[in-house]
């Protein structure tokens, strides 16, 4: 009896909102893009003043893209981002740091405070923890990851990192990081570089590598154009006079 008194609210619900979505011709006062679209960016935002981990580490015009000109995504893209950071965030603490950084070391240029901001999974004792889900376990840390979890061992001081992977099939392998000076170094020099060619509206030389199918700037670098200064494959030497402007003119960048 109380299945059978269950059963018939449930049918009254049912046909009340089918009634109420027939008659009325009233729009959504929320529409469920929009909050992707909020959600999406909020995930990626960085201040205009500081440059993230996550974009030193991976493609240098991809960052400036995002930053000048962000192609549009679509709900499916930006859902699928903001479900797997849902899904790492249910076991990690994420905990935010940045370092200041001298815009140049050449001790007769203008210097300015440049800061590199990240977000680490989890900041333990003795060391840093990054979740990542893959498509297939690797054998070695990616490159971009390893680059990450070294600036995050800088940045909050430890000696060692870990990272975890995660394929579909709900298997894991894990990674012991050690601190690099080397590539921290390198961190920020790119981070400097960065700097220095949004500052002045260059766009980065193409790094290639497997991720570059994928990119949604792709047609950006691998398709013919008269434009040189938008596709790239100059700034090479653009980048070149912007430091030798930083040694000899008053308005110095490296």
Request: hydrophobic letters at 35%; a negative charge.
């Amino acid at each position: 009896m109380k299945r059978e008194i269950i059963s018939d609210i449930y049918e009254v619900i049912r046909k009340g909102i089918e009634n109420y979505r027939a008659a009325t011709d009233t729009v959504a006062k929320t529409d469920i893009y929009d909050i992707v679209e909020d959600t999406f960016n909020s995930l990626l935002k960085v201040e205009d003043d500081a440059i993230s981990v996550e974009e030193v580490s991976h493609c240098l015009r991809e960052a400036y893209f995002e930053r000048k000109s962000p192609m549009e995504r679509t709900q499916k893209q930006m859902l699928e981002v903001i479900i797997q950071r849902g899904i790492l965030n249910t076991f990690a603490k994420p905990v935010r740091g940045e370092v200041s950084i001298e815009s140049s070391d050449d001790n007769y240029s203008k210097r300015e405070k440049i800061r590199l901001v990240g977000i680490a999974d989890r900041v333990e004792d003795d060391c840093v923890m990054m979740f990542r889900i893959v498509k297939e376990l690797p054998e070695i840390p990616y490159a971009e990851h390893f680059m990450q979890m070294n600036a995050y061992l800088h940045i909050f001081n430890k000696e060692e990192g870990v990272i975890v992977y995660f394929d579909n099939d709900g298997n894991e392998v894990e990674f012991i990081v050690p601190k690099n000076e080397a590539l921290y170094r390198e961190t920020i020099r790119r981070v400097r570089i960065l700097h220095t060619l949004l500052k002045n509206g260059v766009v980065p030389v193409v790094e290639p590598s497997n991720m570059c199918s994928t990119c949604p700037y792709n047609e950006l670098c691998y398709y013919p154009s008269e434009d040189k200064e938008r596709t790239g494959f100059w700034s090479r030497g653009r980048w070149s006079e912007l430091k030798k402007q930083g040694s000899s003119g008053e308005e110095k960048f490296w």
